[in-house]
């Protein structure tokens, strides 16, 4: 029975036609991504592989969604806590658009200030970061100036 040397390249996730591929995730921000896109409520088919080799990360994760795009609010909660990513459109199994995800400057109302006394924690005001690091990335609070960073950081 075949196992051929020539399968060395093969993917270890298989291949999608039509859709998205989140590729590069650091590995432990694979489920957090899944989180982010609700993937437990996703009707298409959802390939998920995680401590696949990668150069330039060690291990990586990659998350591919048939038959979906995401929107520009899902991909800047992505670049918050995979700001390696890339993502891929697929069309007709092709690789029709290839992009990193980009912090924005500011973040608005995706995260939650971690200080329990800022007015965004105690009246109906939303909250707003600057963005003053990207690799991890460092988020300060425009009204309490609290700066957070990793693990600190909590979408909402
Ligand atoms: N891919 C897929 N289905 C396809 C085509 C590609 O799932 N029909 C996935 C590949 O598995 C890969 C990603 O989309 O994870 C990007 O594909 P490609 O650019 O061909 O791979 P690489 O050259 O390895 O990408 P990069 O340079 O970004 O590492
Ligand atoms: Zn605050």
Redesign the pocket.
């Known amino acids: 029975m075949g196992s051929e040397k020539g399968a060395r390249r093969e ?1 270890s ?5 039509n859709g998205t ?1 989140i ?2 995730i650091q590995n432990e921000a694979t489920f957090k991504v899944a989180e982010i896109l609700r993937l437990a409520q996703e009707q298409h088919t959802v390939l998920v592989g995680m401590n696949l080799p990668s150069g330039k990360v060690g291990k990586k994760g ?1 998350i ?1 969604i048939e038959s979906r795009e995401l929107t520009p609010q899902e991909v800047n909660k992505i670049a918050l806590i995979a700001p390696q990513a ?1 993502l ?1 459109i ?1 069309q007709d ?3 029709a658009e ?1 992009r990193s995800v980009e912090l924005p400057e500011r973040v608005e109302g995706i995260v939650r200030c971690f200080n329990p006394s800022c007015i965004t924690n105690r009246q109906a005001v939303s909250t707003c970061f600057d963005v003053i690091a990207s690799d991890p990335v460092g988020l300060r609070c425009v009204y309490c100036e609290r700066v957070m960073t990793g693990p600190d950081i909590i979408l909402k």
Do not use: G, L, P, Q
């Open positions: 993917m996730v298989s291949a999608i036609r591929v590729d590069h990659i591919k890339t891929n697929i199994y092709e690789v290839k």
